[in-house]
């Protein structure tokens, strides 16, 4: 019976968990708006709300040092206005980094941090006005919390057409016996009524004064205020229409398993972080329709999934085999239409399935206002951050792995990009700086485009900076083009700051960027215009598991590489190529393309000898890759393969294809870093291979 109750705990606190965070996540948004609106009355309310749902949430996880805190922030919030010194939005800002370091706590099992910082602000705003109490909203009732059985049952009662009411009492100060007094109104209501629920509730022996009752009738509200006065027993009755029982509206994914709407603090109160004046959603009674699943289980799938694309692949091969073999067989035809059949109903498998691991941008754009504004102050700045693009799909994994790149790109357009207000008014721009979110499908890449109106990129500064870090000689810095400037910005240990801040400074940032990029088999790309601002643009593939390819040897080994990264294919002879300053080259429609070759040079001597050139468009660049024959495009299952099988960085995984034969998936981004220098020596503006590996190739070792 123990193990059972221990499951059944940790089954809860993995909820609390996902539903805490959602809950962090709208205190810094409401924080977020009470900091423009100072007095905005609705505003604290949605606060207090958030934080009472908290507190019952934690209170119910077994958390009690969470709950008590929640709880003495809650209320503190009742105040009517806060003191002169105290902003409430600090507070919640305080108060969300707090919960936010106490959640990290409970997950890692380590001592808790010291609230001693948000206790005190805490108790500061407690004195400023103990007597106040916020103001109440004409018609709106105080919040009252029910269960979810009680908020069933008034969707039931709604689809039966009931209105559901909520009673407030309040028993005459006079009465002796205040238990009494709240069973004599329940029965007045069950008169005209159906009682759904009761606060507090019914053998309760609480002195507290008022009664909230949550009651499905047909009866006019007029007259159920007047059952419920009873004299000498009740002072005061009020009743207010419930519009709807109100659910949590937004599903989301945290921690890798999909969320099932929870249900709000109170009945009839909006939604954490919404406004009382926005419509509810309505949900048929009964029935819930969003399933929580651990993400694992749809990564097992999506394997299987896998699975079945490579078997297509085989029964593809047979029915070729077939087909040459019995040309004039009547039931080619048959099986041709039943493959046709079997291959759309797959595809249209795998697009579900994919699309169930696919979740909003928004998700992770949600966090960013809070950072760009923290970081703002902290620098002494003006930032507007303007997002879009937040329905966008990505698959849930390069969604949590973005996270840290895009973090370390805000703070980095904040601290170096947007200029100081006196120096922006100056230059004739508006003081606060505006910096943009924007997220696209192109193709079957996902883009993600950070943009600020700042400063601008000083390359100058950059190569000084470098010159002085030994990061190039000063020789090459003559030669250099704007792209090889700018990549520079990438190298690990690399900053322009000239001050180390809580923000800038480290060189730690931009490096980390474009590792966890091609990690994820995208890219980074970097534009400025000095005194106009800086893009950062990432591109992503939409998912890792299956990819479109095309299929090519070298040396007489199967290679792939994702088809939307090839911008063409060129065939050219040996004799066509040429070296500059030891740079192998190709001239193609007038302009000069690097090329990059991979296995041994000396197996393609003869000047006669076809090749096909693919044109490679890597960040912003293109590149040509040489191959030795061409196999054709395929989807591909990606399978990951571990260092005992691939001795080299340059393959990213293997797939099978439907023969049995094995093709691996080339890495690119590890073949551009490792054929191209980061800065170019010679006359062209594109990247070049260096001259020590040009000679020999590279080979790609497989172990048996």
């Known amino acids: 019976m123990t193990q059972f109750f221990d499951e059944r705990g940790s089954e809860l606190r993995d909820l609390f968990f996902e539903t805490a965070q959602e809950l962090l996540q709208s205190l810094n948004e409401e924080a ?15 606060i207090r709300r958030i934080v009472h749902t908290l507190k019952g949430d934690a209170a119910a996880a077994g958390f009690s040092e969470l709950s008590e805190l929640a709880h003495m922030l809650e209320d503190a919030l009742a105040v009517e206005r806060a003191p002169a010194n105290i902003s409430l939005a600090e507070v919640s800002f305080t108060a969300a980094d707090t919960f936010g370091a ?4 409970y997950r890692q099992q380590i001592a808790l941090p010291d609230p001693a910082a948000l ?11 103990e007597k106040a109490s916020m103001p109440r909203k004409p018609g709106a ?20 057409g009931k209105k559901i009411l909520h009673v407030v009492a309040r028993i005459d100060p006079l009465c002796s016996m205040p238990v009494a007094a709240r069973q004599l109104i329940a029965n007045a209501a069950a008169s005209v009524g159906q009682v759904l629920g009761s606060r507090p509730e019914a053998g309760s022996t609480s002195q507290e004064q008022r009664i909230d009752l949550l009651i499905a009738t047909s009866t006019p509200e007029s007259a159920v205020i007047a059952k419920c006065r009873i004299p000498t027993v009740i002072a005061q009755a009020e009743c207010f229409e419930l519009p709807s029982v109100a659910f949590a509206g937004e599903d989301s994914e945290v921690g890798g398993a999909t969320q ?3 249900p709000a603090a109170a009945a009839g109160e909006p939604v954490a972080g919404e406004s ?17 699943v651990d993400a694992e289980r749809i990564d097992n799938v999506l394997n299987l999934v896998g699975e079945l694309i490579i078997g297509k692949s085989m029964l593809q091969q047979a029915m070729q085999e077939y087909a040459r073999r019995f040309p004039k067989d009547t039931l080619r035809a048959r099986f041709a239409d039943a493959m046709s059949f079997q291959a759309r109903v797959l595809n249209d498998l795998q697009r579900s399935v994919m699309k169930i691991r696919m979740v909003p941008v928004e998700q992770l754009f949600r966090r960013f206002p809070r950072i760009a504004r923290d970081a703002a102050q902290r620098c002494d700045k003006q930032v507007e951050l303007v997002l879009s693009g937040q329905d966008t799909d990505l698959d849930k994994s390069l969604l949590d792995a973005i996270a840290e790149p895009l973090t370390h790109i805000v703070r980095n357009a904040v601290s170096h990009g947007i200029e100081a207000p006196q120096e922006r008014v100056a ?23 950070v943009s600020d109106d700042g400063r601008g990129i000083d390359t100058e500064k950059i190569k000084a900076k470098a010159l002085k870090l030994g990061l190039i000689t000063a020789a090459q810095t003559g030669s250099m083009g704007v792209p090889e400037i700018l990549d520079l910005v990438f190298r690990p240990g690399f900053s322009t700051a000239e001050e180390i801040t809580e923000i800038s400074g480290r060189g730690v940032g931009l490096d980390v960027v474009r590792s966890v990029l091609q990690r994820l088999k995208g890219t980074v790309e970097l534009e400025t215009q000095p005194g106009k601002g800086t893009t950062f643009r990432l591109k992503l593939p939409l998912t890792l598991a299956i990819i479109k390819a095309l299929m090519f040897r070298i040396d007489g080994r199967l290679y792939a590489i994702p088809l939307n990264t090839v911008a ?52 912003g660049r293109k590149l040509g890759l040489m191959a030795q024959a061409l196999e054709g495009e395929e989807e591909l299952v990606i399978k990951a393969l571990d260092d005992q099988t691939v001795a080299t960085d340059l393959v990213s995984g293997a797939s099978i294809l439907g023969d049995g034969r094995v093709v691996l998936i080339m890495n690119l981004s590890a073949v551009v870093e490792r054929f191209v220098a980061p800065v170019s020596h010679g006359a062209f503006s594109g990247a070049f291979v260096s001259p020590a590996r040009q000679n020999a190739g590279t080979t790609v070792e497989v172990r048996p």
């Open 32 to 46: 977020l708006k009470l900091e423009k609106a100072p007095q905005d009355a609705e505003i604290i309310r949605s």
């Open 102 to 105: 106490t959640l990290a706590a």
């Open 119 to 129: 206790k005190a602000i805490i108790q500061r705003l407690a004195q400023g006005d």
């Open 141 to 160: 009732s105080a919040p009252a919390v029910w269960t979810e059985y009680e908020r069933l049952a008034a969707e039931t009662a709604r689809a039966e």
């Open 260 to 262: 099932v709407p929870v």
């Open 276 to 292: 009382e004046t926005q419509p509810t959603r309505k949900r048929s009674p009964g029935a819930e329709t969003i399933l929580r």
């Open 427 to 449: 230059a004739g721009k508006p003081a606060a700086g505006r910096l943009r979110l924007d997220a696209y499908h192109q193709a079957n890449q996902l883009i993600v485009e």
């Open 568 to 619: 063409e294919i060129a065939r050219a002879r040996q004799s066509d190529l040429h070296n500059v300053d030891n740079w192998e080259v190709l001239q193609l429609r007038g302009q000069v393309l690097p090329l990059m070759r991979l296995g041994d040079k000396s197996s393609s001597d003869s000047g006669d000898e076809k090749i096909f050139v693919l044109v490679i468009n890597f960040a």
